[in-house]
Structures are given as structure tokens and as C-alpha cells.
């Protein structure tokens, strides 16, 4: 657990502390959501139904979340990739130095990263992403991305880098496909 001098609280949490965290995440996914509860997709249900059925069991899964004055004002989770080598290979033309790297090297998925609408623009959400990526032991992170979420622009400048785009399952909206090399 990490304080700083905003007192926001970063918390580290595995699967299973993470699900006992639902209500607070959902509230925060919803609000971070709310203007895509007309796709079925975004609906909480169905993304609390990932988390906990696909995410949630990957060994090595973490969700960082913040809090500030007892209330979890974002979060961002992650896995090891089960294919790291198709993500390598597609980020190999933005980051040459991965082609001295062995093909199956691990690559970690930021999978889902939220701040609550009342708390954005603070900086709250660096925070919570840095965090999140400061322990990996991965040396390359791979996002997903709708192109027109605001979020694109800042993930653009906190080192993230576009490599493509990618629709990991059917219902899923194509997405653009970015990567970051981590220290």
C-alpha cells in the first residue's frame, strides 16, 4: 500500500480480493461507462461475467485500485497474455529491440483500466496506471482500446504506442492495439 500527497491510496489486490471489492468496482466501472449502457458489452453485469470467469482465474492476475477518503476512485487490472508471441509479433515493427528477445517472452495485458468521472483530470489515474505496471515483471504491456475513447490520448502520452487493431471476440467492437515497453 502506497499513500501520496493527495492521499490517494494505492492498493494492490489478487483475484480473490479482488472480487470481494465488486460493488465498489462495478460503481466505478458504470460511472467510467455510462455513456456505452446502450451496448450490451458495457453493461456491468457482463463485465463483472469477465472479470470473474475470464480474467479473475489467470494465475498472476492484479487489480490496483485507488482510494481516496475510504472510496475507490479507479482501478486497473491485468494478466499475463496466454499467446505472447502473436502480441510480440505484431509490436516487433514499433519496437525493433524485441526481435533479440525469445519469441514466447511473457507480455502482460492491461485489460481494464477506470477512474470514476468525478475524480478524472486530478492525475489519480497516472497514478493508478503507473502503479499497476511498476511491479510487472513482463518487459512489454499490450492494451486494447476503443479509437474513440478520450483515454487513447493519454495512454498515447504516458508511453503506449499504437501497433494495430484487433477484435478479440465477436461482440467486442474493434479495437486499437497498443503496447509499451516496461523498465
Do not use: C
Request: net charge negative; glycine share 6%.
Amino acid at each position: 500500500m502506497n499513500i501520496d500527497d493527495a492521499g490517494l491510496k494505492v492498493v494492490r489486490y489478487d483475484a480473490s480480493d479482488t472480487l470481494r471489492q465488486a460493488d465498489e468496482i462495478k460503481a466505478v466501472y458504470l460511472a467510467a461507462h455510462l455513456r456505452q449502457q446502450d451496448n450490451p458489452w458495457y453493461h456491468p453485469a457482463k463485465f463483472w461475467e469477465r472479470l470473474q470467469e475470464l480474467y479473475a482465474p489467470i494465475p498472476d492476475f492484479e487489480l490496483v485500485a485507488g482510494w481516496l477518503d475510504g472510496r475507490i476512485v479507479g482501478y486497473a487490472f491485468g494478466t499475463p497474455h496466454r499467446r505472447p508471441q502473436e502480441v510480440r509479433d505484431t509490436a516487433a515493427h514499433v519496437f525493433p529491440a524485441l526481435a533479440a528477445e525469445a519469441a514466447d517472452a511473457p507480455v502482460y495485458i492491461f485489460r481494464e483500466f477506470s477512474v470514476h468521472p468525478d475524480h478524472q483530470g486530478q492525475g489519480y489515474g497516472r497514478k493508478i496506471h503507473d502503479a499497476s505496471l511498476s511491479e510487472r515483471p513482463e518487459r512489454l504491456a499490450y492494451l486494447l482500446v476503443r479509437a474513440e475513447n478520450p483515454a487513447r490520448s493519454l495512454y498515447t502520452s504516458w508511453g503506449w504506442q499504437p501497433i494495430g487493431q484487433d477484435q478479440p471476440f465477436a461482440d467486442w467492437p474493434m479495437m486499437d492495439a497498443m503496447a509499451k515497453q516496461l523498465p
